[in-house]
């Protein structure tokens, strides 16, 4: 689903691993949201040097 997904809207789909990544980055630097899209996540994986 991610190809199609990300092809049509790219902010609203993350990889596991930037999932993963994003989950160690907020654990270590708060994000300062409770709830994060697909956006967020991309964005903390990428601070975290882990963009797929």
Do not use: R, S, W
């Amino acid at each position: 689903m991610f190809p199609i997904g990300g092809a049509v809207y790219l902010a609203g789909f993350c990889t596991l691993p930037e999932l993963a990544a994003a989950m160690l980055q907020v654990v270590n630097h708060p994000f300062g949201k409770k709830v994060m899209e697909g956006k967020d996540i991309i964005l903390l994986a990428k601070e975290a040097g882990q963009h797929a």
